[in-house]
Structures are given as structure tokens and as C-alpha cells.
């Protein structure tokens, strides 16, 4: 069974067309992953269909605006249960 961060960083190597080796917890989404604001939006979609099965949650915009770091997703999902 993949890790959480294991499912983040597939999840983020799909949307953001990166290698597995540059999604490290403390990888910047913008300045390290290269990532743009519709990446951004992307992404979080892919994180709720990708998490969907563990929990039922909603990634909001004002969340979404706290997510700046790859470690950001992995604090975000533990706030709903999911590690």
C-alpha cells in the first residue's frame, strides 16, 4: 500500500509533468515544480478525486491559498483524516 505522500507525489508528477525526484515535502509548487495558478487549480481537483475513497472532503479556494509547498497537501489531508 502506497504511502500518502507515495499518492501526493503521483498525483502531483501526473498534473504538473515533473519528475518523482523534484516532489520532495518541502518542493515550492511555483518556484521548484513550476506550477502556475490553473496548475494550482488542477491539482487540488486531482487531490479530491485521487483522495476521494478515504474521505470526503472539499479542497476550498482559501485552502487552496495556503497550499505553497508539496508539504502544505500532505498537512492539509491529515487535517481530514487522512495519513
Not at 36 to 55: H, N, P, R
Request: glycine residues 2%.
Amino acid at each position: 500500500m502506497a504511502t500518502v505522500f507515495e499518492r501526493v507525489r503521483d498525483v502531483v508528477v501526473s498534473q504538473l509533468k515533473v519528475s518523482p525526484e523534484e516532489v520532495r515535502p518541502e518542493a515550492s509548487l511555483i518556484d521548484d515544480l513550476r506550477a502556475d495558478s490553473l496548475d494550482i487549480v488542477d491539482l487540488t481537483i486531482a487531490i479530491e478525486e485521487a483522495f476521494s475513497d478515504d474521505a470526503e472532503f472539499e479542497i476550498r479556494d482559501e485552502d487552496a491559498e495556503n497550499i505553497r509547498v508539496v508539504q502544505d497537501i500532505l498537512d492539509f489531508l491529515a487535517t481530514k483524516g487522512i495519513s
